[in-house]
């Protein structure tokens, strides 16, 4: 039986001069074959690819894309020095970069400018159903079946039966303005 890592670094030899392939890939007469520093790095990125899957904010998916660029300077044949200094710069440069693009397209939330609750009334048109007039605190207002106490601005008495415009709330009295 053929080993698969094996035929994986034959194809490498293929693509990468082979002085550079048999220096990264070693072999045991015991045990046969030894994982390379650059397959040791392949699997370090994937392992980071499934646990960013668990997690939010895509922080560990950084560290993947560094073990993919030390899997690249393992492979052209760099030492362990390189490889972690490729693991560090390139991670950061995600992290400063990369991270902040992802979460900008792809995290994007619009909660800060949905609307909910008591504040989605503001701009929606209301009927009166009790006449609005602020010298005798009076005044109702209904939207969506809902009865609100409502004040009107400047002061004016609103009849029984028009329609407003909900311009803003103060907790559960709406202030509204006559539609014209």
């Not at 073990?67 to 690249?72: L, V």
């Amino acid at each position: 039986m053929i080993n698969p890592l094996l035929s994986i670094s034959s194809r490498l030899a293929d693509v990468v001069a082979p002085e550079i392939v048999e220096n990264n890939v070693e072999t045991s007469s015991s045990s046969g074959f030894v994982f390379s520093a650059w397959l040791i790095w392949v699997i370090v990125a994937l392992f980071f690819i499934i646990l960013e899957i668990f997690t939010v904010g895509f922080a560990v998916a950084c560290f993947s894309i560094g073990a993919i660029a030390s899997a690249i300077v393992a492979a052209l044949g760099g030492g362990l020095a390189w490889q972690l200094i490729a693991f560090s710069v390139v991670t950061f440069l995600a992290f400063v970069t990369v991270r902040p693009l992802v979460l900008k397209h792809f995290y994007q939330s619009d909660e800060a400018q949905r609307k909910s609750n008591a504040d989605a009334l503001i701009g929606r048109k209301a009927k009166v159903t009790e006449e609005i007039n602020n010298d005798q605190r009076t005044g109702r207002v209904a939207i969506d079946g809902d009865n609100w106490r409502a004040v009107t601005l400047n002061n004016l008495i609103v009849s029984k039966g028009s329609t407003v415009i909900v311009k803003s709330r103060d907790s559960i009295i709406l202030t509204v303005e006559p539609v014209s």
